[in-house]
C-alpha cells in the first residue's frame, strides 16, 4: 500500500526537521515547508492525506493558510499547532474548517492518535468511493447508496472481509439487496475473474435439490439422459451464492455441510467425489439462530456458513439514502416509461422518507415506478405514493426541534453519567465549562439536582460567567 502523504508547514526549521523525522518513522511520506505560500504551491501539485500548520507563521496567518487549503481540498484533514495562549485562535480554526489542534510541546503519543483519527475517516470515505466506483463500473448499480452511517459501516466491514475466502452468512429482510452485496464482495475478491454462481434456495424442489448442487451423471435416475454439472462445479474458482439459505430441507442440509466442509462434491449417481475451489455465500430472510432452536435448520450447518456474519440494514434503519434512491429509481423509470418527470415535491419526497417500506428498497423501486407511470405531470405527487399512517406522518420533526431535543437529552445523560461534575461532563462534551455551563441554562437545567454536585463547583462556575461578562 502506498504511504500517505503529509504536507507540515512551520517557519521553525529545527521543529520542521523533527516533525519530518517523527512522521517518516511513522511511515509516513512527508513534504516540509516553511512558508504557507510554499505549501499552497505543493497542495496544488500533489494530492495530500493531511497537513499539519503552525498557526503563527513568519509573516503569515496560519489560520489563512488553513482556509486557502481547504478551498483547494474540502476534505483536507488539517492539524494546527499552537502555543498555549494561542488555544482560543485554534479553536476559531477548527470552526473554521480545520480538524483539530497540538498544543506545543506534545509527544509522539499525541500526534499519532491525532493523526490516526484524523485520517481513520476518510480512510473509511476512500473505501467506501472505491467500492461504490468498483460495483457502478462493473453492474450500473448507482443504488447501492452508502450515505447513512448504517451503511457506511457495512461497506467498512465488507472492505475487510472481501479479499479473503472466508465463508459469509448475509441477514436481511426481502428486498433489502442481499445479491447486491454478494456481488459487490465477489466482485472486490480475489475470485473477481472467476464465476459468480446464484442459486435461489427456496425456488428448488426438494427432489432436484441435490442434482442441481452437485451434478449427475447419465442415468443416475428416469430423466437423467445425459451429464449435468452442478452449480459447485459451475462455480469453480468463484463464488457461489445461496440465496433463502434458510429454505433449505433438512434432507439437503446435511449434504450441503459436507461439501462446505471438505470442499468437496459427489454428483449424484457417481461413487466419485470431485474437489471444487468455491467462495459461499449464503442469505437469509429468517433468523436462523431460531430455526436452530426449533430444529429446522442443523446446528453445525449453521455455524459453519456464519463464520463472517454481515447485516445488511432494512430501509427504515437508512433512511438517509432514500431521497438518492429514490432519485436513482426515478431516472431509470423515466427512461423506460419514456415520460418527462422531474422529480418530487417536498410533501412527495416526505412521504417516502417516512414511509416504514416493508418491502425494502425492492418495493420503492416498485412504488416510483408506478407513480412514474401514473404522472400526468412532470413531478411526482404524494397521491401517486403508498399512503403512510397518520403515526407515521407525524414522527419525523423540524430540524430545530429535533436537535434541541437530542440536546437536552443529552445533556441531561451526561450530568448523570457524571454525577454532577462540570468539569468532567464539559470535557466528555469537547467544551469549556463556561460553554457548557450556558448549554445548561439554556435547557433549564442545573448541576445541583444532579447528585454529587459540589457547591463550591456551582459558584466557581458563576464566578466564571462573571469573569466573562466583564
Known amino acids: 500500500m502506498e504511504h500517505e502523504h503529509i504536507l507540515v508547514i512551520d517557519d521553525d526549521e529545527g521543529l520542521l526537521q523533527l516533525l519530518k523525522m517523527r512522521l517518516s518513522a511513522m511511515g509516513f511520506a512527508v513534504t516540509p515547508c516553511t512558508t504557507g505560500k510554499a505549501a499552497l504551491a505543493e497542495a496544488k501539485k500533489t494530492m495530500f492525506n493531511l497537513a499539519i500548520t503552525d498557526l503563527r507563521l513568519n509573516g503569515e496567518n496560519g489560520l489563512e493558510v488553513t482556509e486557502e487549503l481547504l478551498r483547494l481540498r474540502p476534505d483536507l484533514p488539517v492539524i494546527i ?3 498555549h495562549g494561542s488555544i482560543p485562535n485554534a479553536v476559531e480554526a477548527m470552526q473554521r474548517g480545520a480538524f483539530g489542534y497540538l498544543t506545543k510541546p506534545f509527544d509522539d503519543k499525541e500526534l499519532k492518535e491525532t493523526i490516526e483519527k484524523a485520517l481513520s475517516q476518510q480512510r473509511m ?16 448499480l448507482e443504488n447501492v447508496v452508502a450515505r447513512s452511517p448504517a451503511m457506511q459501516q457495512l461497506f467498512q466491514q465488507v472492505a475487510q472481509v472481501a479479499d479473503s475466502d472466508a465463508t459469509i452468512l448475509l441477514f436481511g429482510e426481502t428486498g433489502t439487496g442481499k445479491e447486491v452485496m454478494a456481488r459487490v464482495i465477489h466482485t472486490n475478491s480475489r475470485r473477481s475473474k472467476g464465476p459468480f454462481v446464484a442459486l435461489n434456495c427456496a425456488a428448488i424442489q426438494e427432489t432436484l435439490f441435490e442434482s442441481e448442487l452437485f451434478g449427475h451423471v447419465r442415468g443416475a435416475f428416469t430423466s437423467a439422459h445425459g451429464p449435468k454439472k452442478g452449480l459447485f462445479q459451475s462455480a469453480n474458482g468463484g463464488t457461489l451464492f445461496l440465496d433463502e439459505v434458510g429454505e433449505m430441507p433438512l434432507s439437503m442440509q446435511v449434504k450441503l455441510l459436507r461439501a462446505v466442509q471438505e470442499r468437496e462434491v459427489r454428483e449424484v449417481g457417481s461413487e466419485l467425489s470431485t474437489k471444487v475451489d468455491v467462495r459461499i455465500i449464503a442469505a437469509t430472510n429468517k433468523d436462523l439462530g431460531e430455526a436452530v432452536k426449533n430444529g429446522s435448520f442443523r446446528n453445525d450447518l449453521y455455524y459453519r456458513l456464519s463464520v463472517v456474519p454481515l447485516h445488511i440494514p432494512p430501509l427504515r434503519e437508512r433512511r438517509d439514502d432514500i431521497p438518492l434512491l429514490a432519485q436513482h429509481f426515478l431516472k431509470m423509470s423515466v427512461k423506460r416509461a419514456n415520460k418527462d418527470v422531474r422529480g418530487f415535491t417536498p410533501a412527495a419526497l416526505h412521504r417516502l422518507v417516512i414511509n416504514p417500506w416493508a418491502g425494502n ?7 416510483i415506478e408506478k407513480a412514474v407511470v401514473l404522472s400526468r405531470q412532470d413531478m411526482i405527487t404524494p397521491d401517486l405514493l403508498p399512503s403512510v399512517s397518520a403515526s407515521a406522518e407525524s414522527q419525523l420533526k423540524p430540524l430545530t426541534e429535533a436537535k434541541e431535543e437530542f440536546e437536552r437529552a443529552y445533556l441531561k445523560n451526561l450530568l448523570q453519567l457524571t454525577g454532577g461534575n462540570i ?4 470535557q466528555f462534551a469537547g467544551r469549556y465549562r463556561a460553554d457548557f455551563y450556558k448549554m445548561l441554562r439554556k435547557y433549564g437545567l442545573h448541576p445541583s439536582t444532579t447528585k454529587g454536585m459540589a ?3 456551582i459558584e466557581e462556575l458563576e464566578g466564571d460567567q462573571k469573569l466573562i461578562k466583564s
Open 81 to 83: 499547532l499552537t502555543a
Open 423 to 426: 468539569s468532567r461532563a464539559a
Open 125 to 140: 470515505t476512500l473505501e467506501i468511493q472505491r467500492l461504490k466506483s468498483l460495483v457502478k463500473e462493473l453492474y450500473g
Open 361 to 367: 428498497v425492492r418495493e420503492l423501486e416498485n412504488a
Open 455 to 457: 457547591e463550591e463547583e
